[in-house]
């Protein structure tokens, strides 16, 4: 790891990529998030670290983004598939954008999103009844 980054700063890139890596989450994602290389998004996701500094805009924008993610997981489920899916969906909330589209915004995107990724349609569990 980088002495550039704080405590807080480090505890952030960890949780993100852990919560990527466990769902497949593309890199792609951390590269518009936080204007890095292909090479530093995947160390993010595989060995919980960057190599640049984490300042207080970064940390704002991972801590929105684990907050998006976490959404995610608990609106569907933690149904990986469904996460990757629902990141690339258009939603009205969002004027017909995805949420992908949005991560490499303003903070004022990110908070934007933040409160729209409630309405990704989460999936309906049909209960079926068996007869004795």
Do not use: C, Y
Request: aromatic letters at 4%; a neutral charge; zero cysteines.
């Amino acid at each position: 790891m980088t002495g550039t980054q704080d405590g807080g700063g480090t505890a952030l890139v960890d949780l993100a990529g852990r919560i990527m890596l466990t769902h497949g989450i593309n890199p792609g994602h951390a590269m518009r998030l936080l204007g890095i290389d292909r090479a530093e998004a995947e160390d993010m996701v595989h060995l919980g670290r960057l190599w640049s500094p984490v300042d207080t805009a970064r940390v704002e924008r991972l801590r929105l983004f684990i907050n998006i993610l976490m959404r995610l997981e608990w609106r569907l489920n933690h149904d990986s598939r469904a996460i990757r899916h629902a990141l690339d969906l258009p939603l009205d909330a969002l004027g017909g954008a995805s949420p992908a589209e949005r991560f490499g915004g303003s903070l004022e995107d990110l908070r934007e999103l933040r409160g729209a990724i409630d309405s990704v349609a989460a999936p309906t569990i049909k209960w079926w009844r068996v007869g004795h």
